[in-house]
Structure formats: C-alpha cells, structure tokens
C-alpha cells in the first residue's frame, strides 16, 4: 500500500510540473515572438551585407555554402552555361533582384551580378 501511494504521489507531482509548465510557454508572446525573429536571420546581416560578402568570397572555396546558408530556399536556377570546370548554375533570388553564377564541381560562387541574367559574358564564368 506504500509502494503505492508513493507511486501515485510520484505521477501526481510529475503531472503537475508539466501542466504547470504550459501555461509559461504559451503565456508569453514576446518570448515567441524572439524565437521567431532568431530564426529568421541568424547571422545578423542584412540582404545587401550578404551579397557584398559573397561577391568579395567570390572564387574561393567554401562561398557556395556561404550562398546556401545565406539564401536556403530563395534561389531559383534560371539556367545552366559552360564555365568553371564544367558548367555553371546562373541561380536568381528574386527577394534581391541578383543572379549568382555556382560551379558546383568546385562548390564556388564565381560571379554575382543585379538582375535576372541569363548567360553571364564567358570571361566572368571561366
């Protein structure tokens, strides 16, 4: 009889803590609200600082991911061209108005240019 009262005591006090604890969460706005604004843009940079950080990575290794991290799921292959080391993906974010010229062989941003460009001049995409 012990054992269980103790048990029923144990459920009862875990059962309070977690009912007890969801009204803290869902009672406050402002802390949703500053999740929601976190997860928006971790990196704390404007749209304009991320395009001059990869305009000046442009051709080293690594600014492909800097252009997935910075714009995941705001680009649009508009076209494929010959350049780099095979061919080049011309993606396009329309929030920006900018084309971005990806070797994914290399994994490289080569050239980044305002507007919706469809085949970049040969000698920016070699």
Known sequence: MKLASSLLTGVALVGMLT???VPLKAGN?????ASAAEAKDATGLTAQQKIDL???NKGVFG???????????DLEPIAVQPGGAGMVVNLYNKANNVTIAYCSTY???IT???GKVMAFPA???K
């Open 19 to 21: 009912v007890g604890n």
């Open 29 to 33: 706005p402002l802390m949703a609200q």
């Open 54 to 56: 990869l305009i000046k």
């Open 63 to 73: 600014s492909g991911d800097q252009l997935r991290r910075f714009f995941f799921g």
């Open 107 to 109: 994994d490289v941003v």
């Open 112 to 114: 980044v240019k305002k």
């Open 123 to 125: 000698s920016e995409v």
